[in-house]
């Protein structure tokens, strides 16, 4: 049970550093380099692209997080059909 809430407390710390990590971005419109030629229109319209980009991948990370946490106990557990 310890070692399961532990697993969960890493997950969601990743994942709000991950979030963090996008929050503390200071993009501006001045980018030199055209990075942001696909993220058009106004604040309010490049924040819809953006969360239409990238809804979904929350899931991903769920399910990458899911499946390296099967892979590690069939580890644990020298289950190494389960973890092949």
Not at 24 to 42: E, I, K, R
Not at 51 to 59: A, P, S, V
Request: proline fraction near 1%; charge should be negative.
């Amino acid at each position: 049970m310890k070692s399961s809430v532990l697993q969960v407390i890493f997950i969601l710390s990743i994942f709000l550093l991950f979030v963090l990590s996008f929050a503390s971005c200071n993009a501006d419109d001045t980018d030199p380099v055209g990075s942001q030629d696909w993220l058009t229109g106004d604040t309010r319209e490049k924040l819809e692209t953006i969360t239409n980009h990238l809804r979904g991948f929350d899931m991903a990370m769920v399910e990458t997080g899911y499946r390296y946490n099967e892979l590690y106990w069939a580890g644990e557990d020298e289950n190494w059909d389960y973890a092949r």
